[in-house]
T-cell receptor, first 110, second 114 residues
Framework: GQQVMQIPQYQHVQEGEDFTTYCNSS?????IQWYKQRPGGHPVFLIQ?????EVKKQKRLTFQFGEAKKNSSLHITATQTTDVGTYFC??????????FGKGTKLTVNP | DGGITQSPKYLFRKEGQNVTLSCEQN?????MYWYRQDPGQGLRLIYY???????QKGDIAEGYSVSREKKESFPLTVTSAQKNPTAFYLC????FGQGARGYTFGSGTRLTVV
């Protein structure tokens, strides 16, 4: 079945450092979504990427979708303590079903 | 404000009991989903429903049951057949065919077997 691998599983940074998480799918994706889950909370939708090679920015966050539509990345510039949480990539396959990566848990040392 | 309401927030189940988790949405979304989250894991799909009176098994449906009698409601029953039910359960909804708007999640129910 379709799988989405996400690395790293954990990332600890000093405040102000950059952070990147990567996702790779075993199959070509129709689109990929990114979610953030704060500790003790629920996933919150950040963005969706649809087009091959697409790049989108939200303030300090940059999202990329690979040319082959099998990989994606999320990059945070100059992390802040408010960025802590787990970031999930979610690939969309057929029938509107989402396949979640296992997430990258980000901690930020002030 | 529109959203998804899950209840209860915390639930304790004795061995051999069935329990039902509630999920209600007032977003007028067509599709609803149940996910299970275990520590250090991503979300795994239990059941989903794209229209009223229809639902489909996800990847880990064994030991669970659902119903979709109303568009707004998608309750999940964790039966005694589910051998390891302790987990965080998340309900989500979306406008079918318009996934670009993302999926809206409820705040979750933490189920513990005692």
């Amino acid at each position: 079945g379709q799988q989405v691998m996400q690395i790293p599983q954990y990332q600890h940074v000093q405040e102000g450092e950059d952070f990147t998480t990567y996702c790779n799918s075993s199959t070509t994706l129709s689109n990929i979504q990114w979610y953030k889950q704060r500790p003790g909370g629920h996933p919150v939708f950040l963005i969706q990427l649809v087009k091959s090679g697409e790049v989108k920015k939200q303030k300090r966050l940059t999202f990329q979708f690979g040319e082959a539509k099998k990989n994606s990345s999320l990059h945070i510039t100059a992390t802040q303590t408010t960025d802590v949480g787990t970031y999930f990539c979610v690939g969309m396959g057929g029938s509107e079903k989402l396949v979640f990566g296992k997430g990258t848990k980000l901690t930020v040392n002030p | 404000d529109g959203g998804i309401t899950q209840s209860p927030k915390y639930l304790f189940r004795k061995e051999g009991q069935n329990v039902t988790l509630s999920c209600e949405q007032n977003l007028n979304h067509d599709a609803m989903y149940w996910y299970r989250q275990d520590p250090g894991q991503g979300l795994r799909l239990i059941y989903y429903s794209q229209i009223v009176n229809d639902f489909q098994k996800g990847d880990i449906a064994e030991g669970y049951s659902v119903s979709r009698e109303k568009k707004e409601s998608f309750p999940l029953t964790v039966t005694s057949a589910q051998k390891n039910p302790t987990a965080f359960y998340l309900c989500a909804s979306s406008i079918f065919g318009q996934g670009a708007r993302g999926y809206t999640f409820g705040s979750g129910t933490r189920l513990t077997v005692v």
